[in-house]
């Protein structure tokens, strides 16, 4: 909350976020053909993606967070506290600014730094001492709230990046670590309600780890049935179609999902114990098998639309080439 407050700090992980916003307008901007905007935000998006990586990789093998008023890193292995957060490792992942090796050196920071068996932690190490030129998170109790605990809405922001790196295990790991069912079957530490997601859950520097509170009003909840929906089921809109692109824990076992788009019902089926994410998956239309990238064309869906038919769709893995985001990437849904 005070990193900026004299218009100096920067945030390096909302300027990966700039970069999803200038890149979807990009493709708004195709449908007018107003080309010398698009042309402006395109190449916007490049200069703020090349300044983060040339001045925010850290050589610890992670990106920084930010800077203070004074030009001080924060979220960087110079920090003594905070060394490490969430965000700027997940959205330069999700936003495609990182190159595919640093993709992969911050993601296995990410797992060995953050992970707990009670979900990612925002930052790590939890600050022990308030820093008027960082703000209030410096001043919650150690491992409490976004200070070195689990902040759930970035946690579902992690777990769409593990899906983007075709990582279940990691998938498995954080889908179990946040799931209320699951973390409530030992209902005296994980404190909080089965049935509903958690704003926070509590760090490894609290006295009572893994405890969740601030239920009930956390925006999480829909972030987190958005990325189950979209990258875990791998069910999502893109600007030409829809992608089925599943990267499921493999302990789901049989999968169907409905899925109204555009006016067809779709009906998606797999079995997840079979799947395997680093594969590119086959889509079997009405029992046709299908090559090629995993998206349905919006001609045929409109087509469907117009026969009044509905789209049955088996997801199966060959163990061929791997299904590349970047290759998708022009298709890449509003919002990552």
């Known amino acids: 909350s ?56 850290d050589p610890d093998g992670y990106y920084r967070y930010g800077t203070k008023d004074d030009g001080t890193w924060i979220g960087a292995s110079t920090a003594s506290e905070g060394r490490i957060h969430l965000n700027a490792q997940t959205w330069a992942i999700l936003s495609d600014i990182a190159p595919a090796e640093r993709a992969t050196v911050a993601w296995a920071a990410v797992k060995e730094r953050l992970f707990t068996d009670y979900g990612p932690l925002l930052l790590h190490p939890a600050y022990t001492t308030p820093d008027a030129s960082i703000g209030y998170v410096t001043r919650y109790a150690p491992g409490s709230r976004e200070n070195g605990g ?97 990267c499921p824990p493999r302990s789901l076992g049989r999968v169907d999902v409905v899925r109204h788009f555009r006016g067809v019902r779709l009906e998606v089926g797999f079995d997840a114990s079979t799947s395997d994410a680093a594969s590119r998956p086959v889509l079997v239309i009405d029992g046709v098998a299908r090559a090629g990238l995993p998206i349905i064309a919006t001609s045929e869906i409109e087509r469907a639309r117009a026969e009044g038919r509905v789209l049955r769709i088996e997801v199966r893995w060959d163990g061929g080439s791997p299904s590349s985001e970047i290759e998708i990437k022009a298709a890449r849904p509003v919002g990552a």
């Open 2 to 57: 005070a990193m900026g407050i004299e218009e100096r700090g920067e945030s390096v992980w909302v300027a990966m976020f700039l970069c999803v916003i200038l890149e979807d307008w990009e493709r708004v901007l195709d449908r007018p053909q107003d080309a010398a905007l698009r042309e402006e935000y395109r190449r916007a998006r490049g200069a703020y993606a090349a300044a983060v990586n040339a001045h925010a990789w």
């Open 150 to 246: 689990v902040y759930m809405h970035a946690a579902t922001w992690a777990l769409a990046a593990a899906c983007r790196m075709k990582d279940q295990a990691a998938v498995e790991r954080i889908w179990n670590g946040i799931s209320p069912p699951v973390r409530a079957a030992d209902a005296t530490a994980y404190h909080a309600e089965p049935y509903v997601v958690p704003g926070n859950v509590d760090g490894p520097l609290s006295d009572k780890p893994g405890r969740a509170g601030w239920t009930w009003y956390t925006g999480s909840a829909a972030w987190l049935n958005r990325v189950s929906l979209e990258w875990v089921l791998g069910i999502r809109p893109h600007w030409d179609g829809l992608v089925i692109d599943p």
